[in-house]
Structures are given as C-alpha cells and as structure tokens.
C-alpha cells in the first residue's frame, strides 16, 4: 500500500473513530442528545465503509446512502457502475 493510500484510509478511519465517540458522548449526556448521537452514529458507519472502499483500490462517489456504499463492497465494479 502506498504511503498516500494509507493517509487517505487512516484518514476515513480516524473520521469514523471520531463521529463513532461522539455519539457516545452525546447519547451519554442529560439529558441524551439522542437525535444527533444518531446522526454521528451514520456519519461514523458511512466514512468507515469509504475507507474500506479506498483500501479496495476503489474511489467511493459522493453519497451519504449506506446502502449504495455497502453494495459496493460487495461488487468488484468500479465504484459507481452497476451491472447489467
């Protein structure tokens, strides 16, 4: 893995990392601040799943769905074609 590959995925994972705990410490709060837990909580499962596109040689378009991005994972297409 090249140095900037690995920047780029240890950069969607420290993102990841970082929404993940700041979901804990909102849902942790008093009173809870369970709707914006929640919101990190996606965010954090969103840039984990990027990083592990990029680490699959894989570009991931810019969406937030979830879904998109884990057929991705699924697929040896390039990110953003479907098949047929």
Known sequence: MTGAKMQLVRGWLTKAQRDL???RVLAAST???LDTAIYHCQQAAE???KGYLVFHDHQPEHTHDIELL???TQTNLPVGLTSA
């Open 21 to 23: 705990a700041s979901a």
């Open 31 to 33: 009173p809870p601040l």
């Open 47 to 49: 840039k984990a799943i």
């Open 70 to 72: 884990l057929r991705y």
